[in-house]
């Protein structure tokens, strides 16, 4: 119960694709292709103009009326090697998409935390149970890693196993060495 997410789709970006097969025909490389985008709609710094004594950069870049829209992008024209312009349109595919307002990382993968809370009546261990059997139906490339409490219940339960273990083993030496026998620390144990 009270499921959260940090997964939060923020405004739509457009992603442009590139034909690499007919950039490759006509000689234009796919740097140039990110440079020219880039160049175009990003800006590039031609210059440094300096006043008060701060450096401000000068940037060349389209008017904003010319690259608002995500059509605007495949309006553009690119040079070929012959020194030709082509339009864009033509080397790309642009679509669309929303896009998220951050990416979260853990262990340099991509992540989204899911967090929330074990209801009256039930068990962390149920709960846990409950989400990796839920876990098994996650698509190709997904996978499940518990943290928080869910991570220290296992941790604990390993570490309480293992202590467990340890402790019988230390008395049975103990009462071996008392005993000067193997067979009669069994049976006190």
Avoid: C
Avoid at 119 to 141: C, M, N, R
């Amino acid at each position: 119960m009270d499921l959260t997410t940090d997964y939060q789709v923020g405004l739509p970006e457009v992603r442009v694709l590139p034909d690499r097969r007919r950039a490759s025909d006509l000689g234009i490389s796919i740097s140039d292709l990110a440079t020219t985008v880039n160049a175009l709609v990003g800006g590039s710094v031609v210059g440094k103009f300096e006043t008060g004594g701060r450096r401000v950069d000068i940037r060349a870049r389209l008017l904003s009326s010319q690259r608002t829209r995500a059509e605007d992008i495949s309006s553009l024209r690119i040079r070929t090697a012959e020194g030709n312009l082509v339009p864009l349109a033509m080397l790309i595919s642009s679509s669309e998409e929303p896009a998220l307002q951050a990416i979260r990382r853990v262990d340099r993968e991509r992540a989204i935390r899911l967090t929330g809370n074990v209801p009256q009546g039930k068990s962390q261990a149920d709960a846990i149970a409950l989400v990796q059997q839920l876990a098994g139906d996650l698509p190709e490339g997904y996978r499940l890693v518990l943290g928080g409490q869910a991570n220290q219940l296992s941790e604990t339960a390993s570490g309480v196993a293992f202590a467990l273990v340890i402790g019988i083993l230390v008395a049975y030496m103990v009462l071996a060495s008392q005993f000067n026998s193997f067979l009669h620390p069994v049976t006190v144990l």
